[in-house]
């Protein structure tokens, strides 16, 4: 089984940076495809990036892509998202996914492992 704890949410202002950080236990990183994912409220859970199992890849939405990274640390086993120039429209929840597949996927549905979250405000 894996578990996932989200953290690194918090109240920041429009322009700032974050950065949010998934810990995982009772697997190794290297042997899982990752992935970030956020719901705002009343919203459906939206990709947000993704990271292959055994690559290096990585993708992201076009609503973040140039402004958040994903990032896998081997060391920690742990899977990171930098997230720079905030808007507001990027409060939300943000959730760490896991699962053994290869590729890192874009779908919710495709994830089996999940974190509870950790809430981002971004005001304007």
């Known amino acids: 089984q894996v578990h996932l704890i989200e953290s690194g949410g918090r109240l920041v202002q429009a322009g700032d940076s974050l950065l949010l950080t998934c810990e995982i236990s009772g697997r190794s990183v290297s042997g899982l495809a990752m992935g970030w994912f956020r719901q705002g409220p009343g919203k459906d859970r939206m990709f947000v990036a993704t990271i292959d199992r055994d690559q290096h890849t990585t993708r992201h939405a076009d609503s973040v892509k140039g402004r958040f990274t994903i990032s896998r640390d081997y060391s920690k086993n742990t899977v990171s998202l930098q997230m720079n120039h905030l808007k507001p429209e990027d409060t939300a929840t943000y959730y760490c996914?896991?699962?053994?597949?290869?590729?890192?996927?874009?779908?919710?549905?495709?994830?089996?492992?999940w974190g509870q979250g950790t809430r981002v405000t971004v005001s304007s």
């Open positions: 996914s896991a699962d053994t597949i290869v590729w890192g996927s874009r779908l919710v549905e495709d994830y089996r492992f």
